[in-house]
C-alpha cells in the first residue's frame, strides 16, 4: 500500500551529497514513525535510520551514522528528509521511507512492521 512519495535520488560521486524526501498528501507524517531502508539487488531490505513520532527518537544503523541525518519538517508536518552527506560506493541503492503508527524508532525494525510505503529513489554513488 504506497502512500509515501520519495524523491531526490540521483547520480552522485563518492563523497557527495543527496537529501532525499519523504511526503504523503495521504497521511500526517508527524503522526507516524517515520524510517528509510535501503536495498540492493539480491539482499534484504535493511534498515538505516528513523524518527519516531513527535521525534522524541532517531536513530541510524552504523553503517550510516555520522553521514546521513534525518530530520523532519515541522512547518509543514508531512516532510521527512534523509540528508546524504560523505556518500560511498557501496551506499548505492533503492531508498525507501516507511511509516506506521506503532512501530517503535529502531534501525533494526524489520520492514514487514511497516505500514504504509513508498516506491523507493535510486541512489548511486559512482565516479
Known amino acids: 500500500q504506497l502512500q509515501l512519495v520519495e524523491s531526490g535520488g540521483g547520480l552522485v560521486q563518492p563523497g557527495g551529497s543527496l537529501r532525499l524526501s519523504c511526503t504523503s498528501t495521504?497521511?500526517?507524517?508527524?503522526?507516524?514513525?517515520v524510517a528509510w531502508f535501503r536495498q540492493v539487488p539480491g539482499k534484504e531490505r535493511e534498515g538505516i535510520s528513523c524518527?519516531?513520532?513527535?521525534?522524541?527518537?532517531?536513530?541510524y544503523s552504523d553503517s550510516v551514522k555520522g553521514r546521513f541525518t534525518i530530520s523532519r519538517d515541522n512547518a509543514t508536518k508531512n516532510t521527512v528528509t534523509l540528508q546524504l552527506n560523505s556518500l560511498k560506493p557501496e551506499d548505492t541503492a533503492v531508498y525507501y521511507c516507511?511509516?506506521?503508527?506503532?512501530?517503535?524508532?529502531?534501525?533494526?525494525?524489520?520492514?514487514?512492521?511497516?505500514?504504509?510505503w513508498g516506491q523507493g529513489t535510486q541512489v548511486t554513488v559512482s565516479s
Open positions: 516507511a511509516a506506521d503508527l506503532g512501530a517503535p524508532c529502531s534501525w533494526l525494525i524489520p520492514p514487514s512492521l511497516y505500514d504504509y
Open positions: 495521504e497521511l500526517r507524517l508527524d503522526y507516524y514513525t
Open positions: 524518527s519516531s513520532r513527535g521525534d522524541t527518537s532517531i536513530n
